[in-house]
């Protein structure tokens, strides 16, 4: 079983950066599929950024692109999301998540384990 715990959220002006980090533990295979997604109050999770571990292959939705990086540190299982130049907009809680192997959709339900998320308020 897989366990995830992010980190890293906070409350900056709108402009500035975060970092969040997302750690992985437990029965970690050779690859997997990791994600970011993201939860405004009153809307629903959508997905941000994903990478395969296995590979490094990278891909960010286009309301985030050029502002927002994924990467890894793949020999200490952690994931990482540098989020720069951060609006009110981007303003929620931040979840990651993971499946085996590969990368198959952007929804809730391609993931199969989630983390307890950790909150980014971003201030005008």
């Known amino acids: 079983q897989v366990r995830l715990a992010e980190s890293g959220g906070g409350s900056v002006q709108a402009g500035q950066s975060l970092r969040l980090s997302c750690e992985a533990s437990?029965?970690?295979?050779?690859?997997?599929?990791v994600a970011w997604f993201r939860q405004a109050r009153g809307k629903e999770r959508e997905g941000v950024a994903r990478?395969?571990?296995?590979?490094?292959?990278?891909r960010v939705v286009d309301s985030v692109n050029g502002r927002f990086t994924i990467s890894q540190d793949y020999s200490k299982n952690m994931v990482y999301l540098e989020m720069n130049n951060l609006e009110p907009g981007d303003s929620g809680m931040y979840y990651c998540a993971a499946r085996p192997l590969w990368c198959v959709g952007w929804t809730t339900a391609d993931f199969e384990t989630w983390g307890q998320g950790t909150h980014v308020t971003v201030s005008s």
């Open positions: 990478l395969v571990t296995g590979t490094g292959d990278t």
């Open positions: 437990g029965n970690i295979g050779n690859s997997n599929c």
